[in-house]
């Protein structure tokens, strides 16, 4: 148990110390926790991803903080989230003092470009794992969710908060609605 | 000198409100820190976006700790980065404590199964925005300016992670580094 907790806390402190998003470490988070430890299934991290995304504040902490929970309970939660949290805070700090230098420097800039290129890849194979969930529903009904959710996006400045609010209210009036038509039948 | 629970109340209205990753969320700092208070102006905002996207952390944490640093020192740092993490932290452990006892009643498994599909449509569209401005430099497509080894090394990197389950860590690192080496070639 005690192991898990350092596990938890030492990968997500490499993770936010090297990662330079919340989306970056999504992927990473992935990549340690399913396919190198196996704490967790496919399925399962893509019920934590999509339940990190419903949670207001960066997304690294929400997701890391679930996973926390799901393996140690609220000490495993606590530990990830300080794991995410410590290096960058630590690092803004220290930056406030030489931060000309840091957004002036185009070495620094070409670098972190590259790095973007790994992360445009890592949140590819995200993407794609996620989808991969949605055909398995195999319903029209959630390609539709999946489109328009894209659009309100893409189109619209409001916030993901009202979203996430529609998505929600839909999946009950729907659930609500097959209910009736099973009790109708019976 | 702001007093520290101004800082408090401002940034928990950021945590409480930050939905959808850091593209959405920089905007909403920017009108809090830049309109509503006052407490940065333009340029310094713009200034700390550069930085955000250069240092490693998820944004949110990097910009709440950078201007509680710039506007009352550590002390600052602390509460501004504390209250826009917390909020979503309690939200996620509250979700997540639904989804574990909840999660075989039909209401919200199929909520869950919604959820899922809006974060596919949100990662997409971040993908999205990052594969534009890796590979065209823009946000705009146009067939002049493609960059084909982007696109080459970022199909090397995603066949990696795919196939070998390699460390993203290390290829992002990876990356960063060919595109310095490659920038000092050509």
């Known amino acids: 148990m005690l192991k898990r907790i350092w596990l938890l806390f030492i990968n997500t402190f490499t993770i936010s110390l090297t990662a330079n998003s919340?989306?970056?470490m999504l992927g990473v988070i992935k990549n340690r926790f399913v396919d190198k430890y196996g704490w967790f299934s496919k399925e399962e991290m893509e019920d934590y991803i999509a339940l990190a995304q419903s949670c207001p504040g960066p997304i690294a902490c929400s997701s890391s903080m679930i996973?926390?929970?799901q393996s140690c309970g609220v000490l495993g939660a606590l530990a990830s989230v300080l794991g995410v949290i410590i290096p960058p805070f630590i690092m803004m700090i220290i930056v406030t003092f030489f931060y000309t230098f840091i957004s002036t420097n185009q070495y620094v800039r070409i670098f972190i470009n590259g790095?973007?290129?790994?992360v445009c890849a890592m949140l590819l194979d995200v993407v794609l794992g996620l989808?991969?969930?949605v055909v398995k529903f195999n319903k029209l009904f959630y390609y539709v969710i999946v489109l328009l959710?894209?659009?309100?996006?893409r189109l619209t400045d409001y916030s993901i908060f009202f979203l996430a609010l529609i998505c929600i209210l839909i999946a009950v009036i729907k659930s609500l609605l097959i209910k009736?038509?099973?009790d109708n039948r019976l | 000198m702001i007093s520290l629970f101004e800082i408090f109340l401002s940034f928990i209205k950021i945590g409480l409100f930050a939905f959808g990753g850091a593209y959405a969320v920089i905007p909403l700092i920017e009108e809090e820190m830049v309109n509503t208070t006052a407490w940065m102006s333009f340029k310094e905002f713009s200034?700390?976006?550069a930085i955000d996207e250069l240092t490693p952390g998820p944004i949110i944490v990097n910009s709440s700790t950078f201007i509680g640093m710039k506007l009352a020192g550590i002390p600052g740092a602390i509460v501004a980065t504390l209250s826009c993490v917390v909020p979503g932290c309690i939200i996620a452990l509250i979700l997540i404590y639904l989804y574990k006892k909840y999660k075989e009643i039909p209401v919200i498994s199929e909520t869950i199964k919604v959820l899922k599909c809006m974060s596919v449509a949100?990662?997409?569209s971040v993908l999205l925005k990052m594969f534009m401005n890796v590979v065209f430099n823009s946000e705009t497509l146009s067939l002049t300016n493609i960059n084909y080894f982007t696109i080459i090394l970022m199909i090397i990197c995603f066949y990696l992670l795919k196939k070998y389950k390699t460390n993203p860590l290390f290829i992002m690192l990876v990356c960063g580094l060919i595109n310095l080496l490659i920038s000092f070639i050509l």
């Open chain 1, 149 to 153: 959710s894209f659009l309100y996006v």
């Open chain 1, 22 to 24: 919340g989306y970056a």
């Open chain 1, 180 to 182: 009736k038509e099973v």
């Open chain 1, 131 to 133: 989808f991969s969930g």
């Open chain 1, 67 to 69: 996973i926390g929970y």
């Open chain 1, 115 to 118: 790095m973007q290129i790994g």
């Open chain 2, 47 to 49: 200034d700390l976006v």
């Open chain 2, 122 to 124: 949100l990662i997409f």
